[in-house]
């Protein structure tokens, strides 16, 4: 079993920044690839952003490219999310997730049935 913990959410202003974090811990070197999702109030849960674990390839949600980026720790088992210029619509509960799938592209990556461990979530309000 892998284990994920989000931190690094909160209020911020418009225009703002956050970097989350999300640390892996357990059987690790069962995970390929890596993942942020986020849900809105009264939405569905969509992507985000995913990385390969083994070279770092990223794949980001079309509208969030320019604002969001991704990167990883190996050593530290600990991937983040990057988030600038922060607009109210970012609003939403942020998710890290897991894959112990080798395949990695933009149509394994972006779905949520491709991650078999979740985190529990953190919450980031951006006000207006």
């Known amino acids: 079993q892998v284990q994920l913990v989000e931190s690094g959410g909160g209020l911020v202003q418009a225009g703002g920044s956050l970097r989350l974090s999300c640390a892996a811990s357990?059987?690790?070197?069962?995970?390929?690839?890596m993942g942020w999702f986020r849900q809105a109030p009264g939405k569905e849960r969509e992507f985000v952003a995913a990385i390969r674990w083994s070279g770092g390839t990223t794949y980001y949600a079309d509208s969030l490219k320019g604002r969001f980026t991704m990167s990883k720790d190996n050593a530290e088992n600990t991937m983040y999310l990057q988030m600038n210029s922060l607009k109210p619509e970012d609003t939403a509960v942020y998710s890290c997730a897991a894959s112990k799938s080798a395949y990695f592209n933009s149509n394994y990556a972006t779905r949520i049935q491709y991650y078999d461990f979740w985190g529990p979530g953190t919450q980031v309000t951006v006000s207006s």
């Open positions: 357990g059987r690790t070197s069962s995970i390929y690839n």
